[in-house]
């Protein structure tokens, strides 16, 4: 049996492994994934999503770099 406790401010994804032996000094190993949800009423991150352009010599080019990010919570990006 295996109990595992998430820390009051994890969120995202904890991996770790663990080995198992038989009494004959046989190993094998296991690899455990949790997913960890934030509490609610959490303010999580905000989400950065890259922006690419492409731009010609000696010309200008706008990029409005917030629009395509978000924010889980739906809080404003500033």
């Known amino acids: 049996t295996l109990t ?3 820390s009051p401010e994890a969120q995202g994804t904890d991996t770790f492994t663990y080995i198992v032996e ?3 000094g046989k190993q094998a190993t296991g690899r455990i994934r949790v997913g960890v949800a934030p509490q609610p009423g959490s303010n999580q991150n905000p989400v ?3 922006d690419i352009v492409q ?3 000696d010309t200008k080019v706008s990029v409005a770099v917030l629009s395509n990010d978000i924010d889980p919570d739906g ?3 500033l």
Do not use: G, H
């Open 4 to 6: 595992y406790t998430a």
């Open 75 to 77: 809080d404003d990006i």
């Open 48 to 50: 950065a999503v890259q």
């Open 22 to 24: 038989d009494r004959l």
């Open 55 to 57: 731009v010609r010599p």
